[in-house]
């Protein structure tokens, strides 16, 4: 199962490969270099669709837990001032995509948006103590009875675009698709002090699945 914002970028890979292979085929007369030349187009193809890979999660829905976002490593857990909407000390916890990862990135509680805005940016590299500040980015902020929290998406040196679908005023369900950022990036959670995380710095988590705390 793959992701809607891969169906052109799919579509469009998988005629390259098919015209590439076709054209050195007709045009070539050396076996190895046609073989080199698929090889290497397949190569490339099964990239594209292990990036834009989109798999079932079964999240177990619970008011009393906040499920990770994003599938990646724990980077970053520590008291912050977070100055766009709290404007109080939170505790950061960041999770790190690599480009095999899978970048959908999910509702980590159920509630309602009561924010959601885009930022335009530079592209540092995602780990970059600045990137949550000066990169692309989306910051949504979810609420409910128990608890209200943040998380940033931010575009990282290869993330050239990121996608958010949380609407101000709309009820999410924990766990359900909340956005995409194309080709590696970095999100940020922002919990109140004194939450009790269960996850622990270079902790490997899957998006929806993994509990990242417990209220």
């Not at 046609?34 to 990036?51: N, R």
């Not at 989109?54 to 906040?66: A, E, F, G, I, L």
């Not at 949550?132 to 949504?140: C, Q």
């Not at 679908?165 to 698709?177: H, R």
Request: net charge positive; proline share 3%.
């Amino acid at each position: 199962m793959f992701h809607k914002e891969g169906f052109k970028i799919i579509s469009i890979t998988l005629v390259l490969f098919l015209g590439i292979n076709v054209a050195s085929y007709v045009a070539l007369q050396s076996k190895e270099l046609q073989i080199s030349i698929f090889v290497t187009t397949l190569v490339f193809l099964a990239l594209i669709l292990q990036f834009f890979r989109n798999p079932k999660r079964n999240t177990q829905v619970s008011d009393t837990t906040v499920v990770a976002p994003v599938d990646g490593k724990v980077v970053v857990i520590e008291e912050v001032y977070e100055k766009e909407y709290f404007k109080e000390n939170r505790l950061q916890v960041s999770v790190f995509m690599s480009p095999i990862n899978v970048h959908v990135t999910r509702h980590p509680i159920n509630g309602e948006v009561a924010f959601s805005k885009y930022h335009p940016g530079k592209y540092l590299v995602a780990w970059h103590p600045k990137a949550s500040e000066e990169n692309e980015r989306t910051t949504v902020v979810v609420k409910n009875s128990l608890i209200e929290i943040l998380y940033r998406q931010i575009a990282g040196a290869l993330a050239k675009r990121i996608v958010n679908y949380a609407t101000k005023g709309e009820q999410v369900s924990q766990g359900s698709d909340s956005g995409f950022i194309k080709f590696g990036s970095r999100v940020d959670i922002f919990l109140p002090v004194g939450t009790k995380l269960d996850v622990t710095l270079n902790q490997k988590v899957r998006g929806g699945e993994t509990i990242i705390a417990k209220l």
